[in-house]
């Protein structure tokens, strides 16, 4: 088995032991998986259901999202970060 590497993002790196659709065309079955739970459990978690690395995962969901096919991610408000008290 190949030694699994990452990226400096922490991302894991093509593996075939993984990633055994990479480069394949998607599937309808995968196009809705990926629609209906990308925002609900992120990209790694569908990488690994997929076997695609996790930066075509990404791509393909930014892809779907300009051709309006996907929601656009919601904003997440952030809260403001508190000053340290001295």
């Not at 993984?18 to 309808?28: D, V």
């Not at 196009?31 to 695609?52: H, Q």
């Amino acid at each position: 088995m190949n030694e699994i590497q990452y990226d400096k993002w922490g991302r894991m790196k093509y593996n075939p032991a993984y990633h055994s659709n990479n480069g394949k065309r998607w599937s309808k079955d995968e196009l809705d998986y990926l629609i209906n739970w990308y925002d609900k459990i992120g990209p790694e978690e569908i990488s690994y259901a997929l076997e695609r690395t996790i930066q075509t995962v990404m791509s393909k969901a930014n892809i779907l999202r300009k051709k309006g096919v996907m929601q656009k991610e919601k904003r997440k408000k952030h809260n403001k970060r508190l000053k340290s008290l001295k």
